[in-house]
């Protein structure tokens, strides 16, 4: 079956303007994570949508950063008054439920200018 | 808190060599350990994960890892590798309670011919 898809692939945005950035989890996977990586780093948790529980919003970096899940299905994240130390690649992960195996997207390269 | 160590940011090897990456963690209780995989250009995938019983774990690739909780590691090992296992390995540990993951900053294993 399909796996975790993103999009868009690559965003090249301007420093203050706002980006929106979509996952698509594997149909009937509860669970649904965010992480950014930085050029040479790891993993960052971000936040954790698990089914209709209050999302886990314990890694967002700041304010400007927000999510929503629509059901099991579509999350976007969104980053507004991007900055440039926003400039990373945003994975997607869903797993069937919390503590299994997580399915990661292709990722969202963002670069703000 | 939990904590993942990967001491080593880079190994080259030569192909045909055995190789250990390195992981320890920190954590007061009960962990789940996962090792995964990101191949150039390509998204995260699960190599192998530790969840209860045998300490040592087989994955993917011809890779294993052992679970040593006294010495809190789970250090991943291949006894041959191969010019494709070129990637960046993360480790990652959860607590067997919660549902946030926490991964390593990454071990770059480049393989030499």
């Known amino acids: 079956g399909a796996g975790v898809s993103q999009s868009p692939s690559n965003k090249v945005t301007e420093k203050g303007k706002d980006v929106e950035l979509r996952c698509d989890p594997i149909?009937?996977?509860?669970?649904l994570y965010w992480y950014r990586q930085r050029l040479g780093q790891g993993l960052e948790f971000l936040i954790y949508f698990q089914g209709n529980s209050a999302p886990d919003k314990s890694g967002l970096p700041s304010d400007r950063f927000s999510a929503e899940r629509t059901g099991e299905s579509v999350s976007t994240l969104t980053i507004q008054r991007t900055q440039q130390e926003d400039s990373a690649v945003y994975l997607c992960a869903s797993s069937l439920g919390s503590g299994e195996t997580q399915y990661f997207g292709p990722g969202t390269r963002l670069l703000v200018l | 808190a939990q904590s993942v160590t990967q001491l080593d940011s880079q190994v080259p090897v030569f192909e045909e060599a055995p190789v250990e990456l390195r992981c320890n963690y920190s954590?007061?209780?009960?962990?789940?350990l996962f090792w995964y995989v990101q191949y150039p250009n390509q998204g995260l995938q699960l190599l192998l994960k530790y969840l209860s019983g045998s300490t040592l774990v087989k994955g993917i690739n011809g890779f294993e890892a052992e679970f040593n909780k006294s010495q809190t590691s789970f250090h991943l090992r291949k006894p041959s590798v191969h010019i494709s296992d070129t990637a960046e390995y993360f480790c990652?540990?959860?607590?067997?309670?919660?549902?946030?993951?926490?991964f390593g900053s990454g071990t770059r294993l480049s393989i030499r011919p």
């Open positions: 954590s007061s209780v009960s962990v789940y």
């Open positions: 149909s009937g996977h509860t669970a």
């Open positions: 990652a540990v959860k607590k067997s309670s919660a549902s946030k993951i926490i």
